[in-house]
C-alpha cells in the first residue's frame, strides 16, 4: 500500500507479530535536547492469537485463567529489586561490547556494525523473517534478544506451557515462559508488572544475542540469522537508541517561566519518534517506564498510580516509575517533563469516609439524585485528581524506606488514602456488568472506583461529576491535568490519566457572572475529559476516522458542561442553539476554503479498515499541512451525531451512548459499529428512510454539507440568544453612523445607549457579525473595546476582537493583537494571514515582530505555515 505525498505509512507488520508489553529504560538530557535509554518490547507471534485485522483488537481475549503457581512467582521475585541504572552496569559488563546511547564513538560502531545499506539489506534477506516497527527520527545503537531465561522466576511459570498444550514449542523455554506471562489473568496484573521489570532488567543472550537491524524513513526492521517465521523469532528485544533534538514526537521549550521542559507533542506522527512502537491502533498493549530526570524536574506520564520519584544512586537523578494495565495503542502514551509545581486536592476526611460507607450502594440508588441536585453519583465518579502548574514548592522523594524533602520545584500530596492508592483489582466486584473486551483490570466493574471523590480546584471536579453522571464510571483511576507553555499546538490534548491544557482556555476577565468566566475552560476540560470514553477507551479501528474521537468528544462537551452547570432543560436548548450557529459558521467557512478531499469524514470509503496483509496500511492526508488546523472532523463529526439526536430525542440519544459505551469500552470500532447499532436499537429510523447506506452518503463519504445542516441553520438563527445577539449588533451599527460613533463630540439631546449584558458565546457572535460590516470607526471600535472589556475576555472573543482590529486597522489595539498572538499561539495561526494579507506596511511589521518574539518557542507544524506567509 504505496502512501501518497502526504500520507502517513503505518508500517509494523501487526498481522505477523504484536507487542504485548513495553519496558522503557530512559533519561532525559536537557543538555543535549534528547532522551536515551532502551525499551524492551515483549512479542506474541500472531499465530497464537489470531491475525489482527480479523476483528477488533481491543476485543481480542488477550488473557487465560493461569492462575496456577502464582504464591511461587510471588516468592521468587523476593529481593530481586534494583536501580535501572545498576541493572544496566550489570548487563552491559556481562556482554562486554555492548554500546548503548551517548557511548560516543560505540554508538556510531554499533550502528555501521548492524544497521546495512538499503540495497543489501532488501537483496541480502535470504528469506528471513523481518519484524517491523513503525520509527523515525532515532538513532539505534543495538538491537538485542535478551535472556529472559536468567530471571529466577522463571522456572515457577514454565510447567503450564506444556501441561496445557501451547502453540509454543517446548524446546524454547524462553518463548515458553514469555507465552505464560503475557497471558497472565488480569487477577494477578501487580506480579505480572513485576515480573515484565524482572524480564526487562535481564542481559543479552550469550549467544547471537544481537540482531541485525535496518532503518529507512518511517521504519526500523530486525532479523535474527536463519530465522524465516515469526513463530520462530525473539520474544524479547531490547533496543537501545537516543531520540534527536528535532524529533517531531517530543517538543523541548521553556515553561511560562522560561525554565525548560520537554512533552510529547501529539504530532501527526505519534510516538514513533519518541521509541520505536507499532503505531497501527490494533496493536493494543500495555507498558511501564522508569524515566530518570534531573532532581529538580518533575515527570508526568500516563500511569495508573501516583508515583513517588527514587533516587538513582549518586547521580543527580530522580527515578519515576509509571505503569499501564488496559491495552491501548502506543500512540496514545504521553510524556511531560520539567519543573511543574504539582497542586493536589484532598478529600476532606468526613466526606471521605462518608463516600467510603456508601460504596456499596447500588448504581440504580446513586443515581436518583434530581437534576440540581448534586446526587452520590455525581461525587462519585471514580476518579482522583490533580492539577500541574508551573510554580515552586518543596518535593518529596522516596529512597528505600526513607522520605526526604529537597529545594525544587514540586509539591506531592496522595489524592487517596494508602488503602485505596494500592488497590488490587483482583478483589473487584462485578456489579452484574459482563464486559466483551480482553482480560485486563476494568473500571467499568470495580465497585471501589465509585468510592472516591474529585476536588481539584474548582471546574474539574464537577466535570468530572457530570461526565459519570452522563457516561459512568470514568475508565482511568488518576487523571494529571497540565497546563502547558505558550507554543502548545492546540487548545487541549487527552491522553490515559493526563489532560494537557492551553493556556489560552484560562481567561483573566473579571466581567460578567463567574460561571460565564470560566464557560471557554470549562467547556475544553468537558471535550477532554470525554476524550477518556471516546479516543480513549474506544477508539477508531481506522485513523482516517477521526470524527468518532473528536465529533463525540464535541458533542459530548456541551452535554456535560450543561449538567456540570445544572441548566434547566430551556437553558440547555438555548445554549446548544447558540453553539449549533457557531459552529455552523465556523464550519461553513472552513468548507469554503478547503481542498474537498480534506472534507470527508470516511476518506477511505468501502476499505476503511482494511490493511495490507502484513498489518501495514496509510493514514490518508495525516501529513498534509493544511489538514493540522482544520476542524472538520470535531465539527462535521458533531453536527452528525445532532443530527441522530434529532430522530431519536436528545434523552434517549445519550442513554444509548452510555449502553454503547457499556458494550464497546476496551474496543477499536469503525462507524459502521455505532451507526448499526443505533439503527438496530431505534428500527423507526430506517422506516423512514434512514439507512446506514443514507448516512455514509449524506455525512461520511462525500464533501460540502448535508441538506440537514442547512435547514437547522434557519432554526439556529432565529433562536433567542441569537436574537438578542442581533439587537445588539444594530445598536453597534447605528453608534458608527452617527457623530458619536464618527469621533464627533455628542449632542446633549442624544440619548445613552445601554448594552446588553451578554455571555461570552453571545459576544463571539456579536463580533462575528459585526466583522461583516464594511465600516466601522475608530471611535466604535474604542467604544466596543471598553464595554466588553475585550482583551480581558477569553481567548475565542479575544480572537475575534483582533480580527476586527486588523481588518479595520485599528492600530491603538496593535497592542492586543501582539500579545494575543505571543500568549495564545495555537489559535494565532490565522491571524498572521490576515495581517499579510491587507498589504499594510504597519501590520505587516506586526507580524513580523510577533513571529520572531515566539518562533523558538513556537510548535513546529505552526511555524512552517506561518513563515510561508511572512517569508
Given at each position: 500500500?504505496?502512501?501518497?505525498a502526504?500520507?502517513?505509512?503505518l508500517r509494523?507488520?501487526?498481522?505477523?507479530?504484536?507487542?504485548?508489553?513495553?519496558?522503557l529504560?530512559?533519561t532525559?538530557?536537557?543538555?543535549r535536547?534528547?532522551?536515551?535509554?532502551?525499551?524492551?518490547?515483549?512479542?506474541?507471534?500472531?499465530?497464537?492469537l489470531?491475525?489482527?485485522?480479523?476483528g477488533?483488537?481491543?476485543?481480542?481475549d488477550?488473557?487465560?485463567?493461569?492462575?496456577?503457581h502464582?504464591?511461587?512467582?510471588?516468592?521468587?521475585?523476593?529481593g530481586?529489586w534494583e536501580?535501572?541504572?545498576?541493572?544496566?552496569e550489570?548487563?552491559a559488563?556481562?556482554e562486554?561490547?555492548?554500546?548503548?546511547?551517548g557511548?560516543?564513538?560505540?554508538h556510531?560502531a554499533?550502528?555501521?556494525?548492524?544497521?546495512p545499506?538499503?540495497?543489501?539489506?532488501?537483496?541480502?534477506s535470504?528469506?528471513?523473517?523481518?519484524f517491523?516497527l513503525?520509527?523515525?527520527d532515532?538513532?539505534?545503537?543495538?538491537?538485542?534478544?535478551?535472556?529472559?531465561?536468567s530471571?529466577?522466576?522463571?522456572?515457577?511459570?514454565?510447567?503450564?506451557?506444556?501441561?496445557?498444550?501451547?502453540?509454543?514449542?517446548?524446546?524454547?523455554?524462553g518463548?515458553?515462559?514469555?507465552?505464560?506471562?503475557?497471558s497472565m489473568?488480569?487477577?494477578?496484573w501487580?506480579?505480572?508488572q513485576?515480573?515484565?521489570?524482572?524480564?526487562?532488567r535481564a542481559?543479552?543472550?550469550?549467544?547471537?544475542?544481537?540482531?541485525?537491524?535496518?532503518r529507512?524513513?518511517?521504519s526500523?526492521?530486525?532479523?535474527?540469522?536463519?530465522v524465516?517465521?515469526?513463530?520462530d523469532?525473539?520474544?524479547v528485544l531490547?533496543?537501545c537508541?537516543?531520540?534527536?533534538?528535532?524529533g517531531?514526537?517530543?517538543?523541548?521549550?521553556?515553561?511560562?517561566d522560561?525554565r525548560?521542559?520537554?512533552y510529547?507533542?501529539?504530532?501527526?506522527i505519534?510516538?514513533?519518534?519518541l521509541?520505536?512502537?507499532?503505531e497501527?491502533?490494533?496493536a493494543?498493549?500495555?507498558w511501564?517506564?522508569?524515566?530518570?530526570?534531573p532532581?529538580?524536574?518533575?515527570?508526568?506520564?500516563?500511569?495508573?498510580?501516583?508515583?513517588?520519584?527514587?533516587?538513582?544512586?549518586?547521580?543527580r537523578?530522580?527515578?519515576?516509575?509509571?505503569?499501564?494495565?488496559?491495552?491501548?495503542?502506543?500512540s496514545?502514551?504521553?510524556?511531560?517533563?520539567?519543573?511543574w509545581?504539582?497542586?493536589?486536592a484532598?478529600?476532606?476526611p468526613?466526606?471521605?469516609?462518608?463516600?467510603r460507607d456508601?460504596?456499596?450502594?447500588s448504581?440504580?440508588?446513586?443515581?436518583?439524585?434530581?437534576?440540581?441536585?448534586?446526587?452520590?453519583?455525581d461525587?462519585?465518579?471514580?476518579?482522583?485528581?490533580?492539577?500541574?502548574?508551573?510554580?515552586?514548592?518543596?518535593?518529596?522523594t522516596?529512597?528505600?524506606?526513607q522520605?526526604?524533602?529537597?529545594?525544587?520545584?514540586?509539591?506531592?500530596?496522595?489524592?487517596?488514602?494508602?488503602?485505596?492508592?494500592?488497590t488490587?483489582?483482583s478483589?473487584?466486584?462485578d456489579d452484574g456488568?459482563s464486559?466483551?473486551?480482553?482480560?485486563?483490570?476494568?473500571?467499568?466493574?470495580?465497585?471501589?472506583?465509585r468510592?472516591?471523590?474529585?476536588?481539584?480546584?474548582?471546574l474539574l471536579?464537577?466535570?468530572l461529576?457530570?461526565a459519570?453522571?452522563?457516561?459512568?464510571?470514568?475508565?482511568?483511576?488518576?487523571?494529571?491535568?497540565?497546563?502547558?507553555?505558550?507554543g502548545f499546538?492546540?487548545?487541549?490534548?487527552?491522553?490515559p490519566h493526563?489532560?494537557?491544557l492551553?493556556?489560552?482556555?484560562?481567561?483573566?476577565g473579571t466581567?460578567?457572572p463567574?460561571?460565564?468566566?470560566l464557560?471557554?475552560?470549562?467547556s475544553?476540560?468537558?471535550?477532554?475529559?470525554?476524550h477518556?470514553?471516546?479516543?480513549?477507551v474506544?477508539?477508531?479501528?481506522d485513523?482516517?476516522?477521526?470524527?468518532?474521537?473528536?465529533g463525540?468528544a464535541t458533542y459530548?462537551e456541551?452535554?456535560?458542561?450543561a449538567?456540570?452547570?445544572?441548566?434547566?432543560?430551556?437553558q440547555?436548548?438555548?445554549?446548544?442553539?447558540?453553539?449549533?450557529?457557531?459552529r455552523?459558521?465556523?464550519?461553513s467557512?472552513e468548507?469554503?476554503?478547503?481542498?474537498?478531499?480534506l472534507?470527508?469524514?470516511?476518506?477511505?470509503?468501502?476499505?476503511t479498515?482494511?490493511v495490507g496483509?502484513?498489518?501495514?496500511?496509510?493514514?490518508?492526508h495525516?501529513?498534509?499541512?493544511?489538514?493540522?488546523?482544520?476542524?472538520?472532523?470535531?465539527?462535521?463529526?458533531?453536527f452528525?451525531?445532532?443530527?441522530?439526536?434529532?430522530?431519536?430525542?436528545?434523552?434517549?440519544?445519550?442513554?444509548?451512548?452510555?449502553?454503547?459505551?457499556?458494550?464497546?469500552?476496551?474496543?477499536?470500532?469503525l462507524?459502521?459499529?455505532?451507526?448499526?447499532?443505533?439503527?438496530?436499537t431505534?428500527?423507526n429510523?430506517e422506516?423512514?428512510?434512514?439507512?446506514?447506506?443514507a448516512?455514509?452518503?449524506?455525512?461520511?463519504?462525500?464533501?460540502g454539507?448535508?441538506?440537514?445542516?442547512?435547514?437547522r441553520?434557519?432554526?439556529?438563527?432565529?433562536?433567542r440568544?441569537?436574537?438578542?445577539?442581533?439587537?445588539?449588533?444594530?445598536?453597534?451599527?447605528l453608534?458608527?453612523?452617527?457623530p458619536?460613533g464618527?469621533g464627533?463630540?455628542?449632542?446633549?439631546?442624544d440619548?445613552?445607549?445601554?448594552?446588553?449584558?451578554?455571555?461570552?458565546?453571545?459576544l463571539?457572535?456579536?463580533?462575528?457579525?459585526?466583522?461583516?460590516e464594511?465600516?466601522?470607526?475608530?471611535?466604535?471600535?474604542e467604544?466596543?473595546?471598553?464595554?466588553?472589556?475585550?482583551?480581558?475576555?477569553?481567548?475565542?472573543?479575544k480572537?475575534?476582537?483582533?480580527?476586527?482590529?486588523?481588518k479595520?486597522?485599528?492600530a491603538r489595539?496593535?497592542a492586543?493583537v501582539?500579545?494575543f498572538?505571543?500568549?495564545?499561539?495555537?489559535?494565532?495561526?490565522?491571524?498572521y494571514?490576515?495581517?499579510?494579507?491587507?498589504?499594510?506596511?504597519?501590520?505587516?511589521?506586526?507580524?513580523?515582530?510577533c513571529l520572531s518574539l515566539?518562533?523558538?518557542?513556537?510548535?513546529?507544524s505552526?511555524?512552517?505555515?506561518?513563515?510561508?506567509?511572512?517569508?
Open positions: 500500500m504505496e502512501p501518497g502526504d500520507d502517513l505509512p509494523a507488520n501487526t498481522n505477523h507479530v504484536l507487542v504485548r508489553h513495553y519496558v529504560d530512559l532525559v538530557h536537557f543538555d535536547k534528547v532522551i536515551g535509554g532502551s525499551v524492551v518490547l515483549f512479542l506474541e507471534p500472531c499465530s497464537a489470531g491475525t489482527a485485522a480479523e477488533h483488537a481491543g476485543a481480542q488477550y488473557g487465560g485463567s493461569q492462575s496456577r502464582a504464591d511461587e512467582v510471588e516468592d521468587a521475585t523476593e530481586l536501580t535501572p541504572t545498576r541493572a544496566k550489570r548487563f559488563a556481562r562486554g561490547d555492548t554500546a548503548l546511547p557511548s560516543g564513538s560505540a556510531a554499533a550502528e555501521s556494525r548492524s544497521s545499506s538499503s540495497r543489501s539489506w532488501e537483496t541480502n535470504g528469506g528471513e523473517f523481518t517491523l513503525d520509527c523515525c532515532l538513532d539505534v545503537s543495538k538491537v538485542e534478544e535478551v535472556d529472559v531465561t530471571v529466577s522466576a522463571a522456572p515457577s511459570l514454565l510447567p503450564r506451557v506444556a501441561s496445557e498444550g501451547s502453540a509454543v514449542p517446548s524446546v524454547d523455554p518463548a515458553a515462559f514469555i507465552q505464560n506471562l503475557v489473568p488480569s487477577s494477578q501487580r506480579l505480572q513485576r515480573l515484565f521489570s524482572l524480564c526487562g542481559p543479552g543472550a550469550r549467544d547471537g544475542g544481537s540482531l541485525h537491524f535496518h529507512d524513513r518511517w526500523l526492521q530486525v532479523r535474527k540469522k536463519g524465516v517465521s515469526p513463530q523469532f525473539p520474544r531490547r533496543i537508541y537516543e531520540t534527536r533534538p528535532a517531531a514526537s517530543v517538543r523541548w521549550t521553556q515553561d511560562q522560561n525548560v521542559c520537554v510529547t507533542a501529539g504530532s501527526p505519534n510516538n514513533r519518534a521509541f520505536p512502537c507499532q497501527p491502533p490494533v493494543m498493549s500495555t511501564q517506564a522508569a524515566v530518570r530526570a532532581r529538580e524536574c518533575v515527570v508526568l506520564m500516563s500511569g495508573e498510580e501516583t508515583t513517588v520519584p527514587v533516587e538513582d544512586g549518586d547521580t537523578s530522580l527515578i519515576w516509575h509509571y505503569y499501564v494495565t488496559m491495552p491501548m495503542p502506543a496514545t502514551f504521553t510524556l511531560a517533563v520539567g519543573h509545581h504539582q497542586v493536589t484532598e478529600n476532606p468526613t466526606l471521605e469516609r462518608g463516600l456508601k460504596a456499596g450502594c448504581d440504580a440508588a446513586k443515581l436518583e439524585a434530581g437534576p440540581g441536585e448534586l446526587g452520590e453519583a461525587l462519585t465518579s471514580g476518579l482522583g485528581s490533580s492539577i500541574s502548574v508551573v510554580k515552586g514548592s518543596p518535593l518529596e522516596g529512597s528505600g524506606d522520605t526526604t524533602c529537597s529545594d525544587s520545584a514540586f509539591c506531592y500530596s496522595s489524592l487517596e488514602d494508602e488503602g485505596l492508592a494500592l488490587d483489582y478483589a473487584t466486584v456488568m464486559c466483551s473486551h480482553g482480560d485486563y483490570p476494568c473500571r467499568f466493574t470495580e465497585r471501589s472506583a468510592a472516591q471523590q474529585m476536588a481539584v480546584l474548582d471536579p464537577r466535570c461529576a457530570a459519570h453522571t452522563v457516561l459512568g464510571v470514568h475508565p482511568f483511576p488518576r487523571l494529571d491535568v497540565l497546563i502547558v507553555p505558550a499546538s492546540s487548545l487541549g490534548m487527552a491522553s493526563m489532560i494537557f492551553s493556556q489560552s482556555v484560562l481567561c483573566a466581567l460578567g463567574r460561571e460565564d468566566a464557560s471557554l475552560c470549562g475544553r476540560i468537558c471535550h477532554e475529559i470525554a477518556s470514553w471516546f479516543g480513549l474506544i477508539g477508531a479501528r485513523w482516517t476516522e477521526e470524527w468518532i474521537s473528536e463525540f459530548l456541551d452535554v456535560i458542561w449538567q456540570a452547570k445544572q441548566l434547566s432543560s430551556q440547555t436548548a438555548d445554549q446548544s442553539d447558540l453553539k449549533a450557529l457557531l455552523w459558521r465556523r464550519l467557512d468548507l469554503q476554503n478547503s481542498e474537498e478531499q472534507q470527508i469524514l470516511r476518506p477511505n470509503l468501502e476499505n479498515g482494511e496483509e502484513s498489518g501495514s496500511s496509510t493514514i490518508k495525516a501529513l498534509n499541512p493544511d489538514k493540522i488546523f482544520m476542524q472538520v472532523h470535531y465539527l462535521k463529526g458533531y452528525l451525531l445532532r443530527f441522530l439526536a434529532s430522530q431519536v430525542g436528545d434523552k434517549y440519544f445519550i442513554d444509548f451512548i452510555r449502553v454503547f459505551v457499556e458494550k464497546y469500552h476496551g474496543h477499536l470500532i462507524s459502521q459499529d455505532f451507526l448499526q447499532m443505533l439503527l438496530v431505534f428500527p429510523m422506516r423512514k428512510g434512514l439507512t446506514l447506506r448516512i455514509y452518503a449524506d455525512w461520511l463519504d462525500r464533501p454539507i448535508p441538506k440537514w445542516l442547512y435547514e441553520n434557519a432554526v439556529w438563527s432565529e433562536a440568544l441569537v436574537e438578542e445577539v442581533k439587537a445588539e449588533v444594530g445598536k453597534w451599527i453608534l458608527s453612523q452617527s458619536q464618527k464627533r463630540k455628542r449632542k446633549r439631546t440619548p445613552k445607549v445601554n448594552y446588553k449584558e451578554m455571555t461570552s458565546e453571545q463571539v457572535m456579536l463580533l462575528e457579525l459585526l466583522l461583516e464594511e465600516e466601522l470607526s475608530g471611535a466604535t471600535l467604544a466596543l473595546r471598553r464595554t466588553y472589556d475585550l482583551p480581558n475576555q477569553d481567548a475565542e472573543v480572537h475575534r476582537w483582533c480580527e476586527l482590529v486588523v479595520h486597522a485599528y489595539a496593535y492586543d501582539e500579545h498572538m505571543v500568549h495564545n499561539q495555537a489559535m494565532g495561526v490565522y491571524l494571514g490576515e495581517l499579510m494579507v491587507h498589504e499594510d506596511p504597519e501590520q505587516q511589521a506586526l507580524a513580523r515582530r515566539v518562533q523558538e518557542e513556537m510548535d513546529q505552526a511555524r512552517s505555515v506561518v513563515e510561508e506567509m511572512i517569508l
